[in-house]
């Protein structure tokens, strides 16, 4: 459960061009880095009935969230899946948001929410497949309202604009979230869901994890202002929260549901956040930020937090923490044995289904490569 390390290669540009975080807008916290609960006044009342079991419970979601992210990361290193995405330093984010949701809202995400979809029900054996080639997804949608992951960068909020549109007919009172990062803000399809969703006053809460870094692009080269104040212009309100304080995701994604369940049309969260690792297994963040930057965001880190307030708070001892510890430990062998009992992928899967009644050129390439394994064998015969 170790940040890869940043010392190996000097970075492109230096951590000290971005902005420090003095210059960056208020965030909503109720949480501060040492552990300390401050008061706000807009949002206290949504998490003012948390009891200490809730607390715990929320930070048995993070911790074991990072472990089965740290395995899942050491199983790609081992050749068991194919590319993992990280989504270390953001499980405040995904777990308080995710708690906020109800049994009967559908959420939309794209292919780091795995705190989310632990919060959902969602097994986290089963979103492994999908990164080792064996399936599209591996779990039904309708059964967790928890649609599959989503590759295509963006898209899932038109998705989601249009679902959250279905239920305002339907005369529903549950509502829809659609995850995305700073980087998908981008994308046109973004831009286009928030203009569908604020004109047809859809429930849904847009929930931006800015993680500061879109692969290898800093979020201030894609944006002059904040992103949660893009909102403005398309007419509903945006609010940009501590993105590692848990409690304060948790009251602010319950505001918004509520904003959007009452009639009152879609919110932006922007979850202000930070990328503790790579952006996915294939990719090096040595090569474009600083050790300094890293370092800074790791006194920040939303386990340690909420762990100083359990502890400040005498809502924790020593026992429990332990025990968490053997879960922890007990569901990496989980992990590790359910995908070493998968099924090796099939190499050519890709060719079927791409034309409904087949195609000649499908067929040729289908030969092509399978001339193309086979030479492997041939050559293991000499």
Request: negative net charge; glycine residues 8%; hydrophobic residues 35%.
């Amino acid at each position: 459960m170790t940040v890869e390390s940043t010392a190996a290669r000097k970075p492109r540009r230096s951590a000290g061009t971005r902005k420090s975080p003095s210059t960056e807008p208020e965030l909503v916290q109720l949480l501060t880095p040492e552990g300390k609960r401050v008061k706000n006044a807009a949002y206290d009342k949504y998490v003012a009935g948390i009891t200490p079991d809730e607390l715990r419970g929320l930070y048995r979601d993070m911790v074991l969230t990072r472990r089965f992210d740290a395995e899942a990361t050491s199983l790609q290193r081992q050749g068991e899946l194919g590319l993992w995405a990280s989504l270390l330093g953001q499980e405040a984010a995904q777990i308080g948001s995710g708690r906020a949701t109800r049994e009967d809202d559908y959420v939309f995400p794209t292919y780091r929410e795995h705190g989310v979809a632990w919060c959902r029900g969602v097994p986290p054996e089963n979103l492994l497949g999908m990164f080792r080639g064996v399936n599209n997804g591996g779990w039904d949608p309708n059964s967790n309202n928890f649609q599959l992951y989503t590759i295509v960068i963006g898209s899932q909020t038109l998705h989601a604009t249009g679902y959250a549109m279905g239920i305002t007919k339907d005369g529903a009172d549950s509502a829809v979230v659609a995850y995305f990062g700073d980087g998908a803000s981008s994308q046109g399809d973004v831009a286009e869901s928030f203009t569908f969703s604020a004109v047809y006053n859809a429930p849904v809460v847009f929930f931006c994890q800015n993680n500061q870094w879109a692969i290898s692009e800093p979020t201030e080269k894609q944006t002059r202002v904040p992103l949660y104040q893009r909102a403005q212009g398309f007419g509903f309100p945006g609010v940009r929260v501590d993105g590692n304080d848990v409690l304060a995701c948790l009251a602010v994604t319950k505001w918004a549901l509520e904003r959007a369940r009452a009639g009152e049309g879609p919110t932006l969260v922007e979850a202000f956040t930070y990328r503790m690792g790579a952006h996915t297994t294939s990719d090096d963040p040595t090569r474009y930020r600083g050790d300094e930057e890293r370092q800074a965001w790791e006194a920040k880190d939303p386990i340690l937090r909420l762990r100083r307030y359990l502890e400040a708070s005498n809502h924790a001892d020593e026992g429990f923490f332990a025990e968490l510890e053997a879960e922890s430990e007990a569901l990496g062998r989980r992990v590790r044995e359910a995908v070493r009992a998968m099924p090796d992928p099939d190499h050519f899967a890709l060719f079927e289904h791409a034309y409904a009644d087949g195609h000649a050129l499908v067929d040729e390439e289908r030969a092509q490569f399978a001339a193309y394994q086979a030479s492997f064998a041939d050559e293991g015969d000499h």
